[in-house]
């Protein structure tokens, strides 16, 4: 009888752990998830103001328009989960922002499309990972991936126009 209880409380311990740890990663995941649509929002509207290429300001004008949705969604499903969502950029994204919006013309568009390329392969791994849980995070992360998915598919396509557009040039 003894032992019974030792391996039930054991037991316990192994799955309250378990839980408590599906916990953190779904509240580190939609802290992050939703800095990212913040940034992605900033960025797209610098994009819609300052980018040359009319394909990448309409990119920009996409990513304002679908990362504030997603931003609605995140937030919703962080304050689910107990967590304070973001409001504002954090120092580092600030920093990238500001960097970007120091450049103009074709290095603008340059740099802002490789950032988005960049951005959005990260956050499909990141976004495919949560996707796997169970919590209200990743039932975003699982609404949320074919959107971060034809986003990635936009930015390449214009990455691939400027190279081919260099090379004919």
Do not use: C
């Not at 378990?18 to 929002?41: C, D, H, L, P, Y």
């Not at 976004?127 to 609404?143: R, S």
């Amino acid at each position: 009888m003894k032992h019974a209880i030792t391996l039930t409380l054991a037991l316990a311990v192994v799955f309250a752990a378990r839980v408590m740890a599906a916990q953190s990663a779904g509240t580190s995941f939609i802290e992050e998830a939703v800095k990212g649509n913040i940034w992605e929002v900033q960025v797209g509207q610098l994009a819609a103001r300052k980018a040359t290429n009319p394909q990448a300001r309409k990119f920009g004008a996409m990513l304002n328009t679908d990362h504030g949705e997603a931003t609605r969604k995140a937030a919703l499903a962080a304050q689910s989960l107990g967590v304070t969502p973001a409001t504002s950029l954090d120092p580092k994204q600030q920093a990238k922002y500001d960097r970007l919006a120091k450049l103009e013309g074709e290095s603008f568009d340059r740099a802002f499309i490789e950032a988005m390329v960049a951005d959005h392969q990260q956050d499909i791994a990141k976004y495919e990972k949560a996707a796997q849980g169970t919590d209200a995070a990743a039932t975003y992360a699982k609404q949320t991936l074919p959107r971060l998915r034809e986003h990635l598919a936009t930015a390449q396509q214009l990455q691939q126009s400027e190279k081919d557009s260099k090379s004919s040039g």
